[in-house]
């Protein structure tokens, strides 16, 4: 089923995300004052230049940075609860059900010696409660749908066997384990070669359009914003530079920075 834009109730509310570091001079803020919305169906691109402090960002709503050296404040708001106010163990919960993410190597997040099929079987049968049988016709599926070719056979491959667009599909299909609402994609086609970047986002574009699910888009191409995402927000140096339909923030940009940005595209 097609999901129309959602300009309803958000899934997920960021309001006034600010993270610090702890080193050995003190502690350093890396991101200040971050806030958007995240509907169902949306794209939302987070641009900046390496270092701006997307990926702390996203690591923040997902509370994924170094547990002793970090303070976040503000809110992240998700179902009707601040994220950043759950314990850890209800925290793993929201990982595991409700927000997926994936990022630019996919390597770093596989298991090199573990087959496919049993990384997602496992992550299915954590997620569902279902036996081994099921799960790993369920992530034969789940390999289809990611249009991994001759899936069945596939699964008893080990991740180096994978090119590298397969195996950001492979983790595409391990956070659709999961049956997500929001997925968190960070840089996930930047170490990829052009043509496999294009079939990657539109395999998310497809996947999006039948599950309707939110998707956070980082990236610091403004080819690849352009191409993916329904609403913009720019960051600088740790902060909001400016959040606006993409079409806008293109038409007219705001700040100069952004219009630096944007003349950066080939
Ligand atoms: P981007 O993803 O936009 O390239 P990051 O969000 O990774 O940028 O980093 C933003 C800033 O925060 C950088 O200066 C980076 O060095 C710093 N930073 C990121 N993670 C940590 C950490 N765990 N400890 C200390 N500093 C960090
Ligand atoms: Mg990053």
Redesign the pocket.
Known sequence: MAFDLDTGQPLLSVRDLSTS?K?LTGW?E??RDISFDLHAGETLALV??????????S?SIMRL??AG??RTSGQVLFEGQDLLHLSEEQMLRVRGNDIAMIFQEPMTSLNPVLSIGFQLGEALRLHRGITQAEAMKEAERLLERVRIPAARARLSDFPHNFSGGMRQRVMIAMALACGPRVLVA??PTTALDVTVQAQIIDLLKELQREEGMGILF?T?DMGVVAEVADRTLV?YK?NMVECAPTREIFANPRQNYTRALISSVP
Request: net charge negative.
């Open positions: 570091f080193s350093t890396v991101i900046g230049e390496s270092g701006s402090g997307k990926s702390v960002t690591l940075n170094p050296r970090t960070d840089e980082i610091h960051m740790g």
